[in-house]
Nanobody
Framework: QVQLVESGGGLIQTGGSLRLSCAASGSIFGISDMGWYRQAPGKQRELVAAITHGGSASYPDSVKGRFSISRNTTNNTVYLQMNSLRPEDTAVYYC?????????????WGQGTQVTVSS
């Protein structure tokens, strides 16, 4: 079964750092673009970081300079390093990846990991 499994969330104080991990497992024959999204209570899910197959990263202004996305193609894992965290960063964080399976390319989501930043 193909799946994305996230880890690394938790409770952190303002100004602190966390690193999220997301590992793809199962019958995977390739990984295209990967990304991290977040959803705060009462708000829409938003993209916070994306990285292409070639390694090009992009971020919205709200996290630029504080968040950094990276990927390890050897173990099919994507990371999100979050620094200088703020209370407004509190949300459930989801990883997303376009995976190549036997049936073709499909988009997958992780189960989500809670990040809470206390003031």
């Amino acid at each position: 079964q193909v799946q994305l499994v996230e880890s690394g969330g938790g409770l952190i104080q303002t100004g602190g750092s966390l690193r999220l991990s997301c590992a793809a497992s199962g019958s995977i024959f390739g990984i295209s673009d990967m990304g991290w999204y977040r959803q705060a209570p009462g708000k829409q899910r938003e993209l916070v970081a994306a990285i292409t197959h070639g390694g090009s990263a992009s971020y919205p202004d709200s996290v630029k300079g504080r968040f950094s996305i990276s990927r390890n193609t050897t173990n099919n894992t994507v990371y999100l390093q979050m620094n200088s965290l703020r209370p407004e960063d509190t949300a459930v964080y989801y990883c997303n990846a376009r995976l190549r399976t036997r049936a073709g390319f499909y988009m997958y989501w992780g189960q989500g990991t809670q990040v809470t930043v206390s003031s």
